[in-house]
């Protein structure tokens, strides 16, 4: 059973599963778990995956309007060595620093495989949901699309590099620059501060985790309705140009890779001009709601995006 199917068996015994977090009275909790094979490429350091495993619950956080409050993880190893189990503490606390939340701890326990697990809390008395997007909506997303899948791109060939090669100094210094560069674009900043600002001016919001058009999906089937969006106003980031052979892949890889964890989130186009003032995170119309049916430059815009394994 895939990850789509075990959804629509939770939501038989459960009923609608959607949102990014729940929200019980005012208070906004969300859990993830992340795996080494399935979410931390080789060459990751223990830093950037603790920053990376509790940045994304506090996207989640984010992506309801939230103010992020405090995270804790459960941490799990074969073994635990001392400096990666600090490096990892270091890079969750500092991502909570960024957002103005607290890193209070959590577990730890043995394990075949490197794996985490988080839960982050926040509060909020106006939650944003999906399910709010209205015909005649812009569609717009915050920073730009695309860092995870060159990150992705980088681990892969400094992996390869080391694998094949291993004689000259210069393939030694391409690797570590490789690795360096793609631990820093798998370094994500939650957009807690973005989607507190945006919050009420949103009609439905969401993180990017699964991808521009998973989420658009994902939105649309909530919201009931549909997009239209354009490619050319799509923002990707300047690194998928840097390792993408042409910019049709490049395109590609900014609306399906996912992980990206920006906000996709709709306004009335008359709110536009206000939600843009008070974010100070780039905010970019790539299309408009509209009754149903999801496009692309016009052509229907397949339903690809990441799959959790």
């Not at 509790?54 to 190893?77: E, H």
């Not at 590609?252 to 008359?270: H, Q, S």
């Amino acid at each position: 059973m895939d990850e789509r199917a075990a959804l629509a068996v939770l939501e038989d015994e459960l009923g609608p599963v959607g949102d990014d977090a729940a929200v019980v009275s005012d208070l906004v909790v969300t859990t993830d778990m992340l795996h080494e094979t399935t979410d931390f490429p080789p060459g990751t350091t223990r830093y950037t995956a603790g920053w990376r495993a509790v940045g994304a619950s506090l996207s989640d956080v984010a992506a309801m309007g939230g103010r992020a409050t405090a995270a804790v993880a459960a941490y799990a190893a074969p073994e635990f060595d001392e400096s990666e189990l600090l490096a990892f503490v270091r890079g969750a606390s500092d991502v909570c620093d960024l957002v103005g939340a607290e890193y209070v701890g959590g577990d730890l326990d043995g394990h075949e495989e490197f794996t985490v697990a988080t839960t982050a809390f926040g509060t909020t008395d106006a939650p944003v949901r999906r399910s709010g997007a209205e015909p005649g909506d812009l569609i717009c997303v915050t920073g730009t699309l695309g860092r995870s899948a060159a990150a992705l791109e980088l681990f892969e060939r400094a992996d390869s590099s080391e694998r094949q090669s291993g004689s000259a100094q210069t393939d030694t210094s391409d690797r570590e620059a490789d690795l360096e560069r793609a631990n820093e674009l798998f370094r994500f900043e939650p957009r807690v501060d973005a989607g507190r600002t945006l919050a009420p001016h949103a009609t439905a919001m969401m993180d990017s985790s699964d991808g521009l058009a998973r989420s658009l999906y994902q939105l649309a089937e909530a919201s009931e309705c549909g997009f239209a969006v354009d490619s050319s106003a799509i923002p990707i980031d300047d690194a998928v140009f840097d390792t993408a052979e042409t910019d049709e892949a490049a395109l590609e890889r900014a609306i399906t890779f996912g992980e990206d964890f920006e906000l996709v989130v709709t306004i009335p186009e008359a709110a536009l001009e206000s939600a843009e003032a008070a974010t100070t995170v780039a905010l970019t119309p790539i299309g408009t709601v509209v009754d149903d049916g999801i496009t692309m430059d016009g052509e229907p815009l397949p339903d690809r995006g990441y799959t959790h394994g």
